[in-house]
């Protein structure tokens, strides 16, 4: 099977921007999770979608928003960017089934790293 | 307030046992405990998860006591293979179910 795929490897952008990243998840794999990761916050849960829903969320703005698409493809998207939004952004899929629990063994991507200048 | 914390960084030499302790003062009662590993440019990997007691894998041993407000990650006879950063993922309820990574422990083998 496929891994996780997040594209693009390298962003670049400016403050006021706004941006839109992809995750594709492993096939079959109906659960997909959101984090920023920077050297000063470590990881952090954003959020995560389940058959299209957003089902558990994490302590950012709502700047940060996603949604997932049937294929259970889904899509992060982060307005108005600030310089503190610098980060990698990874993307997890994991086998979860509705109503089991969310710390399900996670399978990452390499992530997004973005540079707001 | 909800604090998932490890040390911040621990020296081995190949072929010692590793322990990496995780604090995790307001854990979800039922959820697990799961620990990963992440090198450099590269997402997290999945090591082992547990609910309660001890689990053991290929790679790791993971120890939770009965309170379950911290968990160990063993690894016995580490390599320079192993250096890298390893964290700990629980579920706190603080209004809503939320992953909590822990700050990570970076590992640093030598031969």
């Known amino acids: 099977k496929a891994g996780v795929t997040q594209t693009p490897r390298y962003l670049i952008k400016t403050r006021g921007q706004q941006v839109t990243l992809s995750c594709s998840p492993i096939?079959?794999?109906?659960?997909v999770s959101w984090y920023q990761q920077t050297p000063g916050q470590g990881l952090q849960f954003l959020f995560e979608?389940?058959?299209?829903?957003?089902?558990n969320k994490g302590n950012f703005p709502g700047r940060f928003s996603g949604r997932q698409f049937s294929n259970s493809r889904s899509e992060m998207n982060v307005s108005t960017l600030e310089l503190g939004d610098s980060a990698l952004y990874l993307c997890?899929?994991?086998?979860?089934?509705?109503?089991?629990?969310?710390?399900?063994?996670?399978?990452f991507g390499s992530g997004t790293q973005l540079s707001v200048l | 307030l909800a604090k998932t914390t490890q040390p911040i960084s621990m020296d081995s030499y190949e072929g010692q046992e590793v322990n990496i302790t995780c604090s995790h003062n307001?854990?979800?009662?039922?959820?697990?405990i799961t620990w990963y590993q992440q090198f450099p440019s590269q997402g997290p990997r999945f090591i082992i998860q547990?609910?309660?007691t001890k689990v053991t894998n290929e790679v790791a041993s993971l120890f939770i006591p009965a309170d379950r407000k911290s968990s160990t990650l063993s690894l016995p006879r580490v390599s320079l293979s192993d250096t890298a950063v390893y964290y700990c993922?629980?579920?706190?309820?603080?209004?809503?179910?939320?992953?909590?990574f822990g700050g990570g422990t970076r590992l640093m083998v030598k031969p």
């Open positions: 997890a899929s994991s086998p979860r089934r509705q109503g089991h629990s969310l710390n399900e063994k996670l399978f």
């Open positions: 307001n854990i979800a009662t039922n959820d697990y």
């Open positions: 096939s079959g794999h109906r659960s």
């Open positions: 547990g609910y309660k």
């Open positions: 993922l629980v579920v706190i309820n603080n209004a809503g179910n939320m992953l909590t």
């Open positions: 979608y389940f058959s299209e829903t957003q089902r």
